[in-house]
């Protein structure tokens, strides 16, 4: 696929004021978009999006899925809430609903992210997934291909978001034994709730966030969950002192030092949910908030887990040997008998099979760059949604994207105005 790209940028506004198909002149096969690209319309995309509709910069946004924040609507367990308080969750210009609760469920916060889209005018392409996207030396600009059905396009732009954020696809290890296993198996983003599991003897793997709250659901429609435990983990509570423990970390960061808000909250912790070791669930050497910061890895935040562990309901084991045809073997020696397995083992990024950029991104899909410097490379290239501190965090880096684009596209639009106003005179 080649379409003819014209050096001299000074015709550029000229040529299109909106995204413009030349259905004649490129087989309705190459769009050229008089700004930027944005891969992804999760809530990374959308946030992108609303910022630069602001400002009157036009845009186009690009999701494989049929539907905003596809993650959200398809690979989410029923019973998810927002782990945070709904101020620390919502997108920039826009505040959630004053009658949605503290924690909206992931049907409200959907509900949000649709009249969001609504509100800014947002109209993503679905059913486009993106093979391949690279800046065009010559050009000077980014070519970006995509296939719907049977057909593939070309996008040339002059910015490229990338907001595909870290949870595009589902981690999957490899484990000994686990394809003689006759028993169901599978991802947490495929598991709605635990109605088909009643009676079961269930296998969780993983003690993230998601682990938990899976095993808790389990337990709620009268399955008998055993969650793999690892590595060791941080657990805090949801709220400490009627005040959520987020909230607390946050304002006690603008007063003292990381290690010792890190301090604090561990012993809040123990003092609020006991010694947990006795029930096989060890803490990382490493404070919380430090874990967070330096690797990306979130604290457990309780919401009624802990006391189906230590009431036996939930019961904790260690690291998986093999599998068999109806059981599992431990690290420990120890034998299960299972019917199935849910791999609550997370997600990663997908940007290395696609992006054909040096300098932004590293091999596994993430900045380079630590937070707070990760979101812009070179030659017109940005990143969204990958800071590891949740929608607070893509909210931040969109603000910025928004205006470092919307700054270069008035500049350069202001410029071809004043020349085309000049030969006219």
């Given at each position: 696929?080649?379409?003819?790209?014209?050096?001299n940028?000074?015709?550029?506004?000229?040529?299109?004021?909106?995204?413009?198909?030349?259905?004649?002149?490129?087989?309705?096969?190459?769009?050229?978009?008089?700004?930027?690209?944005?891969?992804?319309?999760?809530?990374?995309?959308?946030?992108?999006?609303?910022?630069?509709?602001?400002?009157?910069?036009?845009?186009?946004?690009?999701?494989?899925?049929?539907?905003?924040?596809?993650?959200?609507?398809?690979?989410?367990?029923?019973?998810?809430?927002?782990?945070?308080?709904?101020?620390?969750?919502?997108?920039?210009?826009?505040?959630?609903?004053?009658?949605f609760?503290?924690?909206?469920?992931?049907?409200?916060?959907?509900?949000?992210?649709?009249?969001?889209?609504?509100?800014?005018?947002?109209?993503?392409?679905?059913?486009?997934?993106?093979?391949?996207?690279?800046?065009?030396?010559?050009?000077?600009?980014?070519?970006?291909?995509?296939?719907?059905?049977?057909?593939?396009?070309?996008?040339?732009?002059?910015?490229?978001?990338?907001?595909?954020?870290?949870?595009?696809?589902?981690?999957?290890?490899?484990?000994?034994?686990?394809?003689?296993?006759?028993?169901t198996?599978?991802?947490?983003?495929?598991?709605?709730?635990?109605?088909?599991?009643?009676?079961?003897?269930?296998?969780?793997?993983?003690?993230?966030?998601?682990?938990?709250?899976?095993?808790?659901?389990?337990?709620?429609?009268?399955?008998?969950?055993?969650?793999?435990?690892?590595?060791?983990?941080?657990?805090l509570?949801?709220?400490?002192?009627?005040?959520?423990?987020?909230e607390?970390?946050?304002?006690?960061?603008?007063?003292?030092?990381?290690?010792?808000?890190d301090?604090?909250?561990?012993?809040?912790?123990?003092?609020?949910?006991?010694?947990?070791?006795?029930?096989?669930?060890?803490?990382?050497?490493?404070?919380?908030?430090?874990?967070?910061?330096?690797?990306?890895?979130?604290?457990?935040?309780?919401?009624?887990?802990?006391?189906?562990?230590?009431?036996?309901?939930?019961?904790?084991?260690?690291?998986?040997?093999?599998?068999?045809?109806?059981?599992?073997?431990?690290?420990?020696?120890?034998?299960?008998?299972?019917?199935s397995?849910?791999?609550?083992?997370?997600?990663?990024?997908?940007?290395?099979?696609?992006?054909?950029?040096?300098?932004?991104?590293?091999?596994?899909?993430m900045?380079?760059?630590?937070?707070?410097?990760?979101?812009?490379?070179?030659?017109?290239?940005?990143?969204?949604?990958?800071?590891?501190?949740?929608?607070?965090?893509?909210?931040?880096?969109?603000?910025?994207?928004?205006?470092?684009?919307?700054?270069?596209?008035?500049?350069?639009?202001?410029?071809?105005?004043?020349?085309?106003r000049?030969?006219?005179?």
């Open positions: 696929m080649h379409c003819a790209c014209d050096n940028l000074d015709h550029w506004p000229t040529m299109v004021h909106h995204a413009l198909e030349h259905e004649e002149l490129f087989s309705r096969r190459c769009i050229l978009v008089n700004g930027p690209v944005i891969i992804g319309a999760g809530p990374s995309g959308l946030a992108v999006g609303a910022g630069l509709h602001q400002q009157g910069v036009p845009f186009v946004i690009l999701d494989r899925a049929d539907c905003i924040a596809s993650l959200w609507q398809n690979k989410t367990y029923d019973r998810l809430k927002l782990h945070l308080p709904k101020q620390f969750c919502q997108l920039p210009y826009f505040p959630f609903p004053p009658n609760p503290e924690y909206p469920s992931k049907y409200q916060f959907i509900e949000y992210l649709e009249s969001y889209a609504k509100k800014f005018e947002i109209s993503p392409r679905f059913n486009e997934s993106v093979e391949s996207a690279k800046y065009d030396e010559t050009c000077g600009l980014w070519r970006v291909r995509t296939v719907t059905g049977e057909c593939e396009v070309e996008y040339i732009c002059r910015w490229l978001v990338v907001a595909t954020g870290e949870n595009a696809e589902k981690v999957v290890p490899e484990f000994e034994g686990l394809d003689e296993f006759e028993g198996v599978m991802h947490a983003c495929d598991y709605r709730s635990g109605e088909g599991f009643e009676g079961q003897q269930v296998l969780v793997v993983g003690c993230g966030n998601s682990g938990m709250e899976v095993s808790l659901d389990l337990c709620h429609h009268n399955a008998f969950p055993s969650m793999v435990v690892r590595s060791s983990v941080h657990m509570p949801r709220e400490i002192f009627g005040k959520s423990t987020f607390l970390a946050t304002s006690m960061m603008k007063w003292l030092p990381l290690k010792v808000v301090k604090i909250l561990l012993v809040l912790a123990r003092c609020t949910l006991g010694n947990l070791e006795k029930y096989g669930i060890k803490r990382p050497s490493k404070g919380p908030l430090h874990l967070k910061n330096t690797k990306g890895k979130t604290p457990v935040l309780d919401i009624g887990a802990l006391q189906k562990i230590k009431s036996g309901k939930i019961q904790i084991v260690p690291g998986i040997k093999k599998f068999s045809s109806g059981r599992v073997e431990l690290v420990n020696g120890a034998n299960l008998e299972i019917d397995v849910i791999l609550a083992t997370g997600y990663c990024s997908n940007v290395p099979t696609w992006l054909k950029e040096e300098g932004l991104f590293s091999k596994e899909g900045p380079i760059k630590p937070f707070p410097e990760g979101w812009r490379g070179k030659a017109g290239v940005y990143a969204v949604g990958f800071t590891g501190r949740g929608l607070s965090g893509a909210s931040f880096d969109a603000i910025r994207v928004a205006e470092d684009i919307g700054k270069m596209w008035n500049q350069e639009t202001n410029h071809y105005v004043s020349l085309l000049s030969k006219m005179q």
